[in-house]
């Protein structure tokens, strides 16, 4: 075979477009049957597979195009399966950092009014404490009507009467 023949054989850069419309699909598939992982990552992994074609097309026959498309999206999913079991997301670490708070610092004595504090908050009703709970996590009162489905009004009232009882507690 002459080099004119080879080279006629690459892919061009025009033919990356119609190739994605013919087999953009069917590499998504092969990929799913080598990989098991979130469709995004799937996506990611074909799709970078397409750009390194974009890049590599001088040397990529058409022969052969869908197997290294399918190799080099297999080897990228794999690589981003590894990183996301490397790195922590932001969102893993606040729901981590909220579901479990750091203990109090301080004398055993200051640790005891603090659990009785807790104490003090699960005796309220319901309603109460989530009201309560909601107004110590930073939401306004207008943000916790709309929450609780409820007037300004019944939020302020709520909140008054959680705070009587917990103080009545306290005084005795």
Known sequence: ???????????????????????ARRLEHIVRLDVRAPDAVIEDACQFAWSRLLHHRHRVHRDTVVSWLARTAVHEAFKLLRRDRRELSLDTVAEDAIATPAPPSGSPHELAE???RLAGIGRLPVRQQRVLWLHALGLNYAEIADYEECTLRTVERQLLRARRRISQEDDT
């Open 1 to 23: 075979m002459t080099h004119i023949e080879e080279t006629a054989r690459l892919v061009a850069a025009g033919d990356v477009g119609e190739l994605y419309g013919l087999l």
């Open 114 to 116: 603090c659990r009785e």
